[in-house]
């Protein structure tokens, strides 16, 4: 366990048609977020959602209209020191029927979507590969 303190509060609003999964990549990369955390709401056109099953990630594409009920997630850096982003979304259709997983690539906003984005000072954080989970793990020093 590590504890940091809270550096620069970014808001974004991210537009229609772009990518959710990049676009909050992309404000850490801009804003040079290394350690932190995030909450997105809005809407969405399409969601790709991951599931975590035997060492990969199932997807499951959803078309929409959808909202953003929850999206939250946490910025690190991976072993080469580029962003890595990590985020669980929860979306709902037009009967309120609720889905959620792992944020994938290949999730269009909607109408909008609205990012805040909170940096953490004086904590390292990387995201190693760990050969038994197949997964890339936090390594704190």
């Known amino acids: 366990m590590m504890t940091a303190k809270p550096g620069k509060v970014v808001f974004s609003r991210i537009l229609e048609g772009e990518d959710l999964f990049e676009s909050v990549k992309r404000s850490a990369e801009s804003n040079m977020i290394h350690a932190g955390f995030f909450i997105v709401i809005g809407s969405l056109k399409r969601a790709a959602l991951g599931y975590y ?3 990969k990630y199932d997807t499951i594409q959803f ?4 909202e953003i009920a929850s999206c939250t997630g946490n910025i690190v850096v991976d072993e080469k020191k580029e962003v890595a ?3 669980h979304i929860v979306i709902s ?6 889905f959620g997983g792992h944020l994938m690539k290949g999730s269009q906003v ?5 990012l805040v984005m909170v940096e953490a000072n004086g904590i390292n954080i990387q ?9 890339k793990l936090w390594k704190l020093s």
């Open 85 to 87: 982003v990590h985020a």
């Open 93 to 98: 259709d037009e009967k309120c029927r609720a």
């Open 127 to 135: 995201r190693v590969y760990d050969e038994k989970t197949k997964l």
């Open 63 to 66: 078309e929409g209209p959808l």
């Open 110 to 114: 909607g109408a909008t979507a609205e």
């Open 53 to 55: 099953k035997e060492g």
